[in-house]
């Protein structure tokens, strides 16, 4: 009887062992699925460079054509790093008692380690923050200097962006956090809801458009002249997919079956 005891102890332990190794399994292999279906979405993201890249290069006089690639090129660079130092912290930093406007924990990308998943939603939301900055861009184009655009990148990939995220993201801002009854609510009563950066970083990116076109004015000569422009037509070849990866692929498995709508709203819009 005793020994009938012992073999039934051994397997259920060993049956409590196998449970536990192919629930750290499956655990993996969500979080694998995730951090590529995440790192698809971000290149394609990443990728939107270039089709503004060549909307914008298209959109200047010839002689502005390499100005307007360099200032792209230095928001992706310039952006990243801003992002890296104070961006992230502003953004998604939360503290154990967090307030309202920003956080301020993971500058410089400290204690990524801790969690897996810390990585790829940095590279992901990097790119959304390089996307709010490259907008502008394109709404000053021919009228501002290399080193101003560089210092409104700094400013935008480093505050005005990243706290934004913060009110709408994060969890713990203004527009969206968990009241003491356990309900979603905002500063202002219901709870801020965003679909595919619609709110935050086209808002962001637009509205810092709109005062960089107001504040340089009109392109003078623009519509006057008859200066050669660039046609560059394959622009759309490179915007659309990438705009699949902003809005339809948002996601991870919890709500798998949101994505393929998204994308085909997406495309059709």
Same mark, same amino acid.
């Given at each position: 009887?005793?020994?009938?005891?012992?073999?039934v102890?051994?397997?259920?332990?060993?049956?409590?062992?196998?449970?536990?190794?192919?629930?750290?399994?499956?655990?993996?292999?969500?979080?694998?699925?995730?951090?590529?279906?995440m790192?698809?979405?971000? !290149? /394609?993201?990443?990728?939107?460079? %270039? *089709?503004? $890249?060549?909307?914008?290069? &298209?959109?200047?006089?010839?002689?502005? =054509?390499?100005?307007?690639?360099?200032?792209?090129?230095?928001?992706?660079?310039?952006?990243?790093?801003?992002?890296?130092?104070?961006?992230?912290?502003?953004?998604?930093?939360?503290s154990?008692?967090?307030?309202?406007?920003?956080?301020?924990?993971?500058?410089?990308?400290?204690?990524?380690?801790?969690?897996?998943?810390?990585?790829?939603?940095?590279?992901?939301?990097?790119?959304?923050?390089?996307?709010?900055?490259?907008?502008?861009?394109?709404?000053?184009?021919?009228?501002?200097?290399?080193?101003?655009?560089?210092?409104?990148?700094?400013?935008?990939?480093?505050?005005?962006?990243p706290?934004?995220?913060?009110?709408?993201?994060?969890?713990?801002? !203004? /527009?969206?956090?968990?009241?003491? %009854? *356990?309900? $979603?609510?905002?500063?202002? &009563?219901?709870?801020?809801?965003?679909? =595919?950066?619609?709110?935050?970083?086209?808002?962001?990116?637009?509205?810092?458009?709109?005062?960089?076109a107001?504040?340089?004015?009109?392109?003078?000569?623009?519509?006057?002249?008859?200066?050669d422009?660039?046609?560059?037509?394959?622009?759309?070849?490179?915007?659309?997919?990438?705009?699949?990866?902003?809005d339809?692929?948002?996601?991870?498995?919890?709500?798998?079956?949101?994505?393929?709508?998204?994308?085909?709203?997406?495309?059709?819009?």
């Amino acid at each position: 009887m005793a020994t009938l005891q012992a073999q039934v102890t051994a397997a259920a332990k060993t049956n409590t062992d196998l449970l536990k190794l192919l629930t750290d399994a499956q655990a993996n292999y969500n979080e694998c699925l995730d951090t590529i279906w995440m790192l698809l979405a971000a !290149l /394609l993201v990443f990728f939107m460079h %270039a *089709g503004f $890249s060549l909307l914008e290069a &298209g959109s200047v006089r010839f002689k502005n =054509a390499q100005n307007i690639l360099a200032k792209n090129l230095l928001t992706v660079c310039l952006g990243f790093l801003c992002w890296y130092t104070f961006g992230w912290a502003f953004a998604y930093g939360v503290s154990d008692d967090p307030g309202r406007f920003a956080g301020f924990k993971q500058m410089f990308m400290d204690k990524t380690w801790d969690t897996q998943s810390t990585f790829r939603n940095w590279f992901f939301q990097g790119a959304f923050c390089a996307t709010a900055a490259t907008i502008v861009s394109g709404a000053v184009a021919e009228r501002i200097q290399l080193k101003g655009f560089a210092i409104f990148t700094m400013v935008m990939t480093t505050w005005i962006y990243p706290v934004v995220v913060y009110w709408g993201w994060s969890g713990s801002g !203004l /527009l969206w956090y968990t009241s003491k %009854a *356990g309900k $979603s609510v905002s500063f202002l &009563g219901p709870a801020y809801k965003d679909f =595919a950066g619609s709110g935050i970083v086209h808002m962001v990116g637009g509205v810092g458009a709109l005062c960089g076109a107001l504040t340089v004015g009109p392109r003078k000569g623009r519509f006057t002249t008859n200066e050669d422009f660039l046609r560059i037509t394959s622009r759309s070849v490179f915007l659309e997919p990438s705009a699949c990866g902003l809005d339809g692929m948002d996601s991870t498995q919890e709500v798998h079956l949101q994505c393929i709508q998204q994308t085909v709203h997406t495309l059709l819009g």
